[in-house]
T-cell receptor
Framework: QKEVEQDPGPLSVPEGAIVSLNCTYS??????FMWYRQYSRKGPELLMY????GNKEDGRFTAQVDKSSKYISLFIRDSQPSDSATYLC?????????????FGKGTLLTVNP | DVKVTQSSRYLVKRTGEKVFLECVQD?????MFWYRQDPGLGLRLIYF???????EKGDIPEGYSVSREKKERFSLILESASTNQTSMYLC???????????FGQGTRLTVV
């Protein structure tokens, strides 16, 4: 079983839709969870960062972490064509290797005008 | 505004050349990383460094080496470039505790 699983998509939605992106993981030691947005031929841009379980909201973006289910989500409200990108989840633990990030393979999202 | 800067956006090199990819961060972060990103394979960790002159191998270190002489700078070296090293190379940095890692804009390397 891979440490982090992420549906690669592609996911295509109309403008204004609510988008749900998800990752599951197997390592119960993961404590820090991140979502990155990556436009084509650019580096990943940090969108959301959460520690342990719970929700975090930033504008149209909401990140959820459910450690009991080993499941994280990113919701995008009122999606815009500019949200079209690949979304990567990433996580790390707080133990001895706390510097190492483990990534999902990314979900390609297209928001159609 | 946090910044990780990679020296080149695009590079074309010949097989057998020695290639240097440079990365500089201005956040005083202890940790720095080099990843490569390929379609269908995601991000794969090549090397990371948790302090000046300290380095550890990641998941795919073969054919690569690194150098970290100063805290803000982390270099990736392809000793003898090969066509299978054609890829997008991404540098990142992070503090020693906590999760946030910040990436550079990437270097698209083509080896011909």
């Amino acid at each position: 079983q891979k440490e982090v699983e992420q549906d690669p998509g592609p996911l295509s939605v109309p403008e204004g839709a609510i988008v749900s992106l998800n990752c599951t993981y197997s390592n119960s030691a993961f404590q820090y969870f991140m979502w990155y947005r990556q436009y084509s031929r650019k580096g990943p841009e940090l969108l959301m960062y959460t520690y342990s379980s719970g929700n975090k909201e930033d504008g149209r973006f909401t990140a959820q972490v459910d450690k009991s289910s080993k499941y994280i989500s990113l919701f995008i409200r009122d999606s815009q064509p500019s949200d079209s990108a690949t979304y990567l989840c990433a996580m790390r633990n707080s133990g001895g290797s706390n510097y190492k990030l483990t990534f999902g393979k990314g979900t390609l999202l297209t928001v159609n005008p | 505004d946090v910044k990780v800067t990679q020296s080149s956006r695009y590079l074309v090199k010949r097989t057998g050349e020695k290639v240097f990819l440079e990365c500089v961060q201005d956040m005083d972060h202890e940790n720095m990383f080099w990843y490569r990103q390929d379609p269908g394979l995601g991000l794969r960790l090549i090397y990371f460094s948790y302090d000046v002159k300290m380095k550890e191998k990641g998941d795919i270190p073969e054919g690569y080496s690194v150098s970290r002489e100063k805290k803000e700078r982390f270099s990736l070296i392809l000793e003898s470039a090969s066509t299978n090293q054609t890829s997008m190379y991404l540098c990142a940095s992070s503090p020693p505790v906590g999760g946030e890692a910040f990436f550079g804009q990437g270097t698209r390397l083509t080896v011909v």
